[in-house]
């Protein structure tokens, strides 16, 4: 390569930056289970990455109050890297309509895929 055509890519990032794309992620559920027979559950997901082999929490939803069928208007935006294996874990709760942490919320269930596989996913089954 001559030396103009390195000299450009590398002010261009080519070499120095590895290859990346943004993702947006958007959820909806589809009959979540009435665990409650007093109430409906007022459903939150949780977008888990693991780092290290430890799982981080990266962002939430918000709680959509009495719905069995959800669609959050939250979007999740991720860095996708082409060369790496990116561990996505979906957590949904039930939130407890007095409080907002998950410390009190029922565990309605997960799924876990990589970043490359979400695409190809007909939504998490909970």
Known sequence: MSDIYESAANSLGLFSSPCLTKVELRVTCKGISDRDALSKPDPCFVLKMKSHGQWMEVDRTEVIRSCVNPTYSKVFTLDFYFEEVQRLRLELYDV???????????????????LGQVGHLDGPRC
Do not use: P, Q, Y
């Open 96 to 114: 407890n309509s007095s409080h907002t942490g998950l410390k009190e919320a029922d565990f309605l269930g997960s799924v876990e895929c990589t």
